[in-house]
């Protein structure tokens, strides 16, 4: 360092993009992330064994997790093919709302004097019990899968457009005088600005959905079905076999979390600029 | 050297004489419903030259740039971008940078400095090949395919400036460019975007409440008064853009030019 000035480096000029974390890093900090919940799982669990061994509670009343547990074994037979029947009907009524609830928003929000039009029909169309429409589609479309998925759709489709419409207009207006000085057309400016903008805000309404969708299914089956996880509740409730309903409600959680988490997942990949959000 | 021009609303028509015109105001004014911001604003500034606009906040400057550049029309009065006067040839003919960086996070910021020339038709490729070289001139290399996110506030800034100039148009309107960064990376970015200027001649228009920053970086300083927004004084700068910043600043003209121009904001 003796001869010639410096260079001149400011601070940010040393900055090198980050080094994303490793795998092990990311199992950490997973692990750290769900102990608590994992742990506060078992104890409810352990304390609901209990509760029901030491009160001796019929089994008919409230069955101990273990009973649900044995149960599940000898019930497989019934439970297997009656949660492909609702997993189908749960799956398909959620694709088919998200097509039409991203689809109904985009055009509700590139068409103003449509979406005030469509808008308050839509709200109003919500304050309709499925729970009552649900025995009107039965009769309309019969027993087999269709009135489930309409029943579905309904329930995840509000969701959905709500959200994704809220998401596409929440675009700063200075963003789109910003496209306006780049040449930008209007449609350049939905694609490259408000979609992608408008996409945490559709996952946002997507995961809502994806816990209504198993819901919405047990009410299709609940209101005239031959088969299906809530047809086998509706089945089991005059004979009391509570242990067969328990089982039959952890084989749908099942489902609607591993949907969950799918959307979460398709977030992750759609979305990877947004930030984390911490679940702890 | 620098001197005043003329005073109290008058066009600086002297300056105006030389070259042909790059923007020229008459008489234009603007309301708000009952807010009158911008009222009679009348000037010129010639092609491919600089030019600082200062005033109070709230006093209309970023509304006279969104007219300049046909976001918005005004009332009354007229303008002309290079001949264009509908809004429409006005926005072909500017390029306006704000003062949040305003970069897309789900774009890397080569993406984001190719995005005039994508909503121009061109394909993602070609614009990416025709954008990355300009990198390493902005001091961008190594960070074409980062996300803003991870980039610093001078940076992104960078990034911005550089989508401007890649959108190719004669006009640049410069809104508070450097409003949003502290004043260490502030005066490193005002001496970067001289030289960033130098290379490729344009009509600048900058936007700014700071009236050293308008004094540093153009040659023509008009000052606007309080909502509504007029012309007080026009003042000549044009101080050397080699000359080490200290000097300059610390300079007697300078400090005389700047007590002048606070003095009209008042």
Same mark, same amino acid.
């Given at each position: 360092?003796?001869?010639?000035?410096?260079?001149?480096?400011?601070?940010?000029?040393? +900055?090198? &993009? =980050?080094?994303?974390? @490793? /795998?092990?890093?990311?199992?950490?900090? *997973?692990?750290?992330?769900?102990?608590?919940? %994992?742990?506060?799982?078992?104890?409810?669990?352990?304390?609901?064994?209990?509760?029901?061994?030491?009160?001796?509670?019929?089994?008919?009343?409230?069955?101990?997790?273990?009973?649900?547990?044995?149960?599940?074994?000898?019930?497989?037979?019934? +439970?297997? &093919? =009656?949660?492909?029947? @609702? /997993?189908?009907?749960?799956?398909?009524? *959620?694709?088919?709302?998200?097509?039409?609830? %991203?689809?109904?928003?985009?055009?509700?929000?590139?068409?103003?004097?449509?979406?005030?039009?469509?808008?308050?029909?839509?709200?109003?169309?919500?304050?309709?019990?499925?729970?009552?429409?649900?025995?009107?589609?039965?009769?309309?479309?019969?027993?087999?899968?269709?009135?489930?998925?309409?029943?579905?759709?309904?329930?995840?489709? *509000?969701?959905?457009?709500?959200?994704?419409?809220?998401?596409?207009?929440?675009?700063?207006?200075?963003?789109?005088?910003?496209?306006?000085?780049?040449?930008?057309?209007?449609?350049?400016?939905?694609?490259?600005?408000?979609?992608?903008?408008?996409?945490?805000?559709?996952?946002?309404?997507?995961?809502?959905?994806?816990?209504?969708?198993?819901?919405?299914?047990?009410?299709?089956?609940?209101?005239?079905?031959?088969?299906?996880?809530?047809?086998?509740?509706?089945?089991?409730?005059?004979?009391?076999?509570?242990?067969?309903?328990?089982?039959?409600?952890?084989?749908?959680?099942?489902?609607?979390?591993?949907?969950?988490?799918?959307?979460?997942?398709?977030?992750?990949?759609?979305?990877?600029?947004?930030?984390?959000?911490?679940?702890? | 050297?620098?001197?005043?021009?003329?005073?109290?609303?008058?066009?600086?028509?002297?300056?105006?004489?030389?070259?042909?015109?790059?923007?020229?105001?008459?008489?234009?004014?603007?309301?708000?419903?009952?807010?009158?911001?911008?009222?009679?604003?009348?000037?010129?500034?010639?092609?491919?030259?600089?030019?600082?606009?200062?005033?109070?906040?709230?006093?209309?400057?970023?509304?006279?740039?969104?007219?300049?550049?046909?976001?918005?029309?005004?009332?009354?009065?007229?303008?002309?971008?290079?001949?264009?006067?509908?809004?429409?040839?006005?926005?072909?003919?500017?390029?306006?940078?704000?003062?949040?960086?305003?970069?897309?996070?789900?774009?890397?910021?080569?993406?984001?400095?190719?995005?005039?020339?994508?909503?121009?038709?061109?394909?993602?490729?070609?614009?990416?090949?025709?954008?990355?070289?300009?990198?390493?001139?902005?001091?961008?290399?190594?960070?074409?395919?980062?996300?803003?996110?991870?980039?610093?506030?001078?940076?992104?800034?960078?990034?911005?400036?550089?989508?401007?100039?890649?959108?190719?148009?004669?006009?640049?309107?410069?809104?508070?460019?450097?409003?949003?960064?502290?004043?260490?990376?502030?005066?490193?970015?005002?001496?970067?975007?001289?030289?960033?200027?130098?290379?490729?001649?344009?009509?600048?228009?900058?936007?700014?409440?700071?009236?050293?920053?308008?004094?540093?970086?153009?040659?023509?300083?008009?000052?606007?008064?309080?909502?509504?927004?007029?012309?007080?004084?026009?003042?000549?700068?044009?101080?050397?853009?080699?000359?080490?910043?200290?000097?300059?600043?610390?300079?007697?003209?300078?400090?005389?030019?700047?007590?002048?121009?606070?003095?009209?904001?008042?």
């Amino acid at each position: 360092m003796s001869a010639g000035a410096p260079p001149q480096l400011s601070e940010e000029d040393l +900055l090198v &993009p =980050a080094a994303r974390p @490793t /795998l092990g890093r990311r199992l950490r900090s *997973f692990s750290r992330k769900y102990l608590s919940a %994992v742990a506060l799982t078992l104890a409810l669990l352990v304390a609901w064994e209990l509760i029901v061994r030491l009160g001796h509670v019929p089994e008919y009343l409230l069955p101990a997790p273990t009973q649900i547990l044995a149960d599940l074994k000898t019930d497989w037979v019934i +439970l297997w &093919p =009656a949660m492909l029947v @609702t /997993l189908k009907e749960v799956v398909l009524g *959620f694709v088919i709302a998200t097509v039409a609830g %991203v689809g109904l928003a985009v055009v509700l929000h590139l068409y103003g004097p449509l979406r005030r039009a469509v808008y308050p029909i839509l709200i109003g169309s919500q304050t309709i019990p499925i729970v009552v429409l649900a025995p009107i589609l039965v009769i309309l479309f019969g027993y087999g899968i269709l009135p489930k998925l309409v029943i579905v759709a309904l329930i995840c489709f *509000f969701p959905i457009v709500v959200n994704g419409i809220d998401g596409l207009r929440s675009v700063d207006d200075d963003f789109i005088r910003m496209m306006y000085t780049l040449d930008a057309t209007r449609w350049g400016i939905f694609r490259r600005v408000e979609f992608p903008g408008a996409l945490p805000s559709f996952f946002s309404g997507m995961r809502i959905a994806a816990t209504f969708a198993a819901i919405g299914a047990v009410f299709g089956e609940w209101s005239g079905s031959n088969a299906g996880l809530g047809y086998v509740m509706l089945e089991a409730t005059p004979n009391l076999l509570t242990t067969r309903i328990f089982a039959a409600i952890l084989m749908l959680t099942v489902i609607s979390l591993v949907l969950f988490g799918l959307v979460s997942l398709l977030e992750r990949i759609a979305v990877p600029w947004a930030p984390r959000r911490e679940s702890g | 050297m620098p001197a005043e021009v003329s005073g109290n609303g008058s066009r600086p028509s002297d300056v105006a004489a030389g070259g042909d015109v790059g923007i020229h105001l008459r008489s234009v004014s603007k309301r708000f419903g009952e807010l009158v911001v911008l009222h009679g604003i009348d000037f010129d500034v010639p092609r491919h030259s600089r030019i600082g606009i200062v005033g109070p906040s709230g006093g209309g400057k970023s509304t006279l740039l969104h007219i300049v550049a046909g976001l918005l029309e005004p009332d009354a009065g007229e303008v002309n971008v290079e001949g264009a006067t509908g809004a429409k040839d006005r926005l072909a003919r500017c390029a306006l940078m704000p003062q949040r960086d305003l970069l897309l996070p789900w774009r890397t910021a080569l993406d984001n400095a190719t995005i005039a020339l994508e909503n121009r038709g061109v394909s993602r490729s070609e614009a990416r090949s025709r954008t990355r070289p300009l990198f390493g001139r902005f001091g961008l290399a190594m960070f074409e395919d980062v996300r803003p996110a991870q980039l610093s506030g001078g940076m992104r800034q960078r990034v911005s400036f550089l989508r401007t100039l890649v959108a190719d148009k004669d006009v640049l309107l410069l809104d508070e460019p450097f409003g949003a960064l502290d004043s260490i990376t502030r005066a490193q970015m005002q001496e970067w975007l001289l030289r960033a200027l130098g290379d490729v001649p344009r009509t600048v228009l900058l936007v700014t409440h700071d009236v050293e920053e308008a004094l540093l970086l153009s040659k023509i300083v008009v000052v606007l008064s309080a909502r509504p927004g007029r012309v007080v004084r026009v003042l000549e700068a044009g101080f050397p853009t080699d000359a080490p910043r200290r000097e300059i600043v610390t300079s007697p003209e300078f400090v005389a030019l700047k007590e002048k121009a606070l003095e009209a904001i008042g």
